[in-house]
C-alpha cells in the first residue's frame, strides 16, 4: 500500500538530548513537509523539502535539522537548541516540488504523527 | 499579517444545518487552495481541493475559492455530529510554493 510512514508514534525527551524523528514515503512524492503542531493550534512549517538534497526552513526552523538524501525519506532531528519540543509533530508529503506544472494534484497526504515529550 | 488566517472558532451549529468555514491569505501568487478535516489526536485528512475561481462540490462539501478577494471558503450541508472537527485552510504556491496552514476552526454540530 502506498502511504507516508512516521515513526515512533511516542517519543521522550530528556533535557539536553538530542532524538530524530523519521518519516518515508512510497507515494514517489518530490515534496515533503514537517509541521509542529501544539494543543489547540494549527499547523506550524518547520522545514519543507522539494527535491532530494535541497531544503528550506519553515517559519520556527530554530533548534531543528532535516536532510533529504533520498527521494523517499524526510528525517527531522530536534536538537537540544530547542528548548521547548513538547508538540505533535506532523510529516508530509505532495507533488508538485520545485517547478511542478501543473498546479493539479498537488494535495498533501500526512503521517500519522510524532507525539514528543521532554523528561 | 498571517499568511492563512481563519477564525478559530468554536463555530457550533445545530444537526443538520449549513456549516460555513472560512479563510483568507495573504500571498497572490498562491495557486492551490485545500481543506482538511482534523479530529482529536489524529493527523489531518484533505476533505477538499480547489483551484480555479468559483464553486467546486463534492456530496455535502462545498469550497468556494475567489482569489481577487484572496478568499476561500469550506461549507457543509446537512452537518452531522461526526462532522465535528478541526477544519483547517491551506494555501500552495507563490514564490515559495510552500505549504501554509492556517490555525484552524474548530466546528461543533450540536445533536
Known amino acids: 500500500d502506498g502511504g507516508i510512514t512516521q515513526s515512533p508514534k511516542y517519543l521522550f525527551r530528556k533535557e539536553g538530548q538530542n532524538v530524530t524523528l523519521s518519516c518515508e514515503q512510497n507515494?514517489?512524492?518530490?515534496?515533503m513537509y514537517w509541521y509542529r503542531q501544539d494543543p489547540g493550534q494549527g499547523l506550524r512549517l518547520i522545514y519543507y523539502?522539494?527535491?532530494?538534497?535541497?531544503?528550506q526552513k519553515g517559519d520556527i526552523a530554530e533548534g531543528y535539522s532535516v536532510s533529504r538524501e533520498k527521494k523517499e525519506s524526510f528525517p527531522l532531528t530536534v536538537t537540544s537548541a530547542q528548548k521547548n519540543p513538547t508538540a505533535f509533530y506532523l510529516c508530509?508529503?505532495?507533488?508538485?516540488?520545485?517547478?511542478?506544472?501543473?498546479?493539479?494534484?498537488?494535495?498533501?497526504?500526512f503521517g500519522q504523527g510524532t507525539r514528543l515529550t521532554v523528561v | 499579517q498571517k499568511e492563512v488566517e481563519q477564525n478559530s472558532g468554536p463555530l457550533s451549529v445545530p444537526e443538520g444545518a449549513i456549516a460555513s468555514l472560512n479563510c483568507t491569505y495573504s500571498?497572490?501568487?498562491?495557486?492551490?487552495f485545500f481543506w482538511y478535516r482534523q479530529y482529536s489526536g489524529k493527523s489531518p485528512e484533505l476533505i477538499m481541493f480547489?483551484?480555479?475561481?468559483g464553486d467546486k462540490e463534492d456530496g455535502r462539501f462545498t469550497a468556494q475559492l475567489n482569489k481577487a478577494s484572496q478568499y476561500v471558503s469550506l461549507l457543509i450541508r446537512d452537518s452531522q455530529p461526526s462532522d465535528s472537527a478541526t477544519y483547517l485552510c491551506?494555501?500552495?504556491?507563490?514564490?515559495?510554493?510552500?505549504?501554509?496552514f492556517g490555525t484552524g476552526t474548530l466546528l461543533a454540530v450540536q445533536p
Open positions: 500571498d497572490r501568487g498562491s495557486q492551490s
Open positions: 480547489i483551484y480555479s475561481n
Open positions: 507515494l514517489n512524492h518530490d515534496a
Open positions: 523539502s522539494q527535491i532530494v538534497n535541497d531544503f
Open positions: 491551506a494555501v500552495k504556491g507563490g514564490a515559495t510554493n510552500k505549504l501554509i
Open positions: 508530509a508529503s505532495s507533488m508538485g516540488g520545485a517547478g511542478y506544472q501543473p498546479v493539479m494534484n498537488t494535495e498533501a497526504f
